[in-house]
Structure formats: structure tokens, C-alpha cells
């Protein structure tokens, strides 16, 4: 989101930025980036005055969940506004997969086609342009979803690549594991409970004095109390400089057993040229062609949670060891952020694409019959129940 929005200041627009969250501790100052900041409430009127004044041409929503609550209303005060939905991962996907793991079994195409799926790929049909992260994802809505492709863009992590300084910190300089990942996420939660209870006793076995130091947002006393000396396993909480903390780590461990979109974290590991262990569902949609930085467990070959940490930890070990093998897999992450996420490649497609749109509104949208059925009157559930709450609340 901080990519896009700074993409388009720099293009001259006059951006506002309005949440109806409540702003965090560790939240982005925006004016400082010239964006307008507005506090804004749900199932509210207020929101119709707002938009009407403000009278935008574009309008972006950050996820599903908020072009459910506020789209109904830009597409009543600002109809000709292109509406953009930045997904940032499929959220439907992401919690189908959850819920398999839980029940121990195989992933179907029933799965994809739950409820909170019928919302999210509603919302995708109802925007002019949907950002898509994962390569994977573009796939699975184009050919499961039948989402046509004109209302889907492959949008990855823009890059600053030409201010990009490989680490000047070498294998033998740098020393441990680390994992880092917001609390809050439950894919994060569920990699940290799997690396204390299953992977990392196996690790520590074989690497009886080398330690783990787990990082990320918002911990819950459930993880802090995992915190561990003697067994090396060490909860460090928020990091005030993560890029510091991962230069400064041998291997980046992301065990990830379900989850969507493509991953920061390793994202980052690559950027401060950090090998990692990771799973199929942390590779899915970032190698895009190009060798994985690092060593990965595909988690649906193993018949049991054990089978799959023996493999992942034995990976792990391997990584740490091998000198030749861990600077192979160091370049290979530089390689792969270079082929797949550069910010000027994929920005300039971008702003080509909203250009194409908005000068091509009515035929764009004409191709898009689900897209218009979805905005008829009769199906807007959304709406109905928003203006319900509020007189409701009066």
C-alpha cells in the first residue's frame, strides 16, 4: 500500500488516504509524504458528503472488506470514479487452507468456492481493477473464478532496485536463525507454535548452541511465554530496524503450513541477502521462473507434521553449515528480486494500465456483465445492510 500510494504522489495526484481504523503505535505518518489524512466512519452518511466533496477520479480500496463497506457508496456519488481494489492476497484462500491444515486433510475445489469466497471474488468483479500480488493467485481467479482478465492486473512489490546494496555481511560474520512476522497474522502464530513445538527441538540437536531469535509485531503473552534461553529459542518482539536484525542472521526460517499472497518476509531475507528454509506455500507466486533462494519443504509429499519437520529441520542445518551452498543461495535471492520485482517495470505498467481504463470507462465496464449484474440495485446486500445499522444506531 506505502509503494503504491507513494507511486502516485510522485505522479503529481492529489491523494487523501481514509481509514475508519484506529491508527497504531507503529503507524506511517502520511503528511509527511504529502497525502491528506481523513478519519472516516462505517455504515455512516457522513461518508456520502465526504466522497461527494472530495469527488475523486480514481478510488482505491485496501482489501475486500472495505470496498464491501464503502464501494456502494462511491459508486453512487462518483459513478465515472474508477474503482481499484488492492487485494494484497486472497483472503478466501488463505483461510480455506487454514481450515483444511486444522482438519489434516487435502485442499478442493470445494474449499475455494465458500462463502467468504463468494464475497471476495464478488468484490473483485465489482471494481474496474483488481491488483493481484501472487502470479498464483492471477491463475486461480482467471481459471477457477473465471474473473476475466481485463479487470486484473499482476501487481508484486515494487522494488527500489536501483538503490539496492548487496549485504557486505558474509557467512562467516553472521551467526543464528530468525523468523519475523506480525503476531496478528495467523499464518505467522501458526509458523512460530510449529517451529518451538516440532521444528526447532530437532534443529537444536543437531546445532545444540545456536539460537533462534523470533521477531515480530504485536506479541501476545501466548508468545512471549514461549521465550526460552536454554533452548535458544529466543521471542525478541518488534524489531526497530528488521533489516539490521536479518543482515545480521545466517538463515531466515518461514515455515509457513498455510497462507496466501507473497511473502515480506522473505522478501526482505532476499534484500539483506539471507538465505532461507521455507515451504511450497512460502515460495508460491515469487519465484516466477527463477531458482528459489534457499531450500524448501513441500509440505503435501509428507503423511505426518513429524515427516515434514525432519525435512525442514535437515534443511535448515544444511543451509546453516555449507558456505558455498548458503552464497549460491545468497545470489540467487539478489537474481530473483532483480527478475521479479522492480518497481520501475511494474509501476510503469500499472499507471499504463489505469490510464487505458479510465480513457475506455464505459466499454470497460460494459465487458464486465458479472461486474454489472453485482451493482444492480437487487443484489446490493451491502448497502441495504450498512444504511440497516445506521438507522439502527440512531
Not at 279 to 293: L, S, V
Amino acid at each position: 500500500m506505502l509503494s503504491l500510494l507513494t507511486l502516485f504522489v510522485q505522479q503529481g495526484w492529489q491523494v487523501t488516504f481514509a481509514s475508519p481504523a484506529q491508527q497504531g503505535e507503529h503507524k506511517v505518518d502520511l503528511t509527511n509524504l504529502g497525502i491528506t489524512e481523513q478519519a472516516v466512519a462505517l455504515n455512516r452518511s457522513s461518508f456520502d458528503e465526504f466522497i461527494s466533496e472530495l469527488n475523486p477520479n480514481v478510488v482505491m480500496f485496501d482489501r475486500f472488506m472495505l470496498e464491501e463497506q464503502f464501494a456502494w457508496r462511491v459508486a453512487k456519488h462518483c459513478p465515472d470514479a474508477l474503482r481499484i481494489l488492492d487485494t494484497e492476497d486472497l483472503h478466501s484462500l488463505r483461510h480455506a487452507r487454514h481450515q483444511v491444515l486444522k482438519q489434516n486433510r487435502a485442499l478442493t475445489p470445494a474449499d475455494l468456492n465458500s462463502d467468504l469466497a463468494k464475497r471476495e471474488i464478488a468484490s473483485i468483479f465489482r471494481c474496474d481493477l483488481s491488483l493481484i500480488i501472487s502470479e498464483y493467485e492471477l491463475e486461480l481467479l482467471k481459471n477457477h473464478y473465471a474473473v476475466p482478465e481485463h479487470i486484473l492486473l499482476h501487481c508484486p512489490f515494487m522494488l527500489d532496485l536501483q538503490n539496492m546494496i548487496p549485504s557486505d555481511i558474509g557467512y562467516a560474520d553472521r551467526q543464528h536463525f530468525i523468523s519475523i512476522g506480525n503476531f496478528r497474522h495467523e499464518p505467522n502464530w501458526d509458523a512460530v507454535l510449529y517451529l518451538k513445538q516440532t521444528i526447532w527441538p530437532l534443529i537444536r540437536k543437531q546445532l545444540p548452541k545456536v539460537e533462534l531469535h523470533i521477531y515480530g509485531a504485536y506479541p501476545p503473552p501466548k508468545a512471549t511465554q514461549l521465550h526460552n534461553p536454554k533452548q535458544g529459542f529466543l521471542v525478541k518482539g518488534w524489531a526497530e530496524d528488521a533489516k539490521n536484525v536479518m543482515q545480521q542472521a545466517k538463515v531466515c526460517l518461514a515455515p509457513l503450513r498455510f497462507g496466501a499472497g507473497i511473502k515480506g518476509k522473505l522478501t526482505e531475507a532476499m534484500l539483506c541477502g539471507t538465505p532461507n528454509v521455507t515451504t511450497n506455500i512460502g515460495t508460491e507466486g515469487m519465484d516466477m521462473g527463477q531458482d528459489w533462494p534457499g531450500l524448501t519443504t513441500d509440505l503435501s509429499v509428507f503423511n505426518s507434521d513429524q515427516e515434514a519437520a525432519i525435512h525442514f529441520a535437515n534443511h535448515a542445518v544444511k543451509l546453516y553449515q555449507e558456505d558455498e551452498l548458503w552464497q549460491q543461495k545468497q545470489r540467487q535471492g539478489y537474481d530473483l528480486i532483480r527478475a521479479n520485482f522492480d518497481k520501475e517495470t511494474i509501476q510503469a505498467k500499472l499507471l499504463v494500465c489505469i490510464a487505458d481504463i479510465q480513457n475506455n470507462l464505459n466499454n470497460h465496464r460494459t465487458n464486465n456483465f458479472i461486474g454489472q449484474m453485482l451493482q444492480h440495485h437487487q443484489l446490493k446486500s451491502t448497502q441495504y445492510m450498512s444504511q440497516w445499522i445506521e438507522a439502527k444506531n440512531r
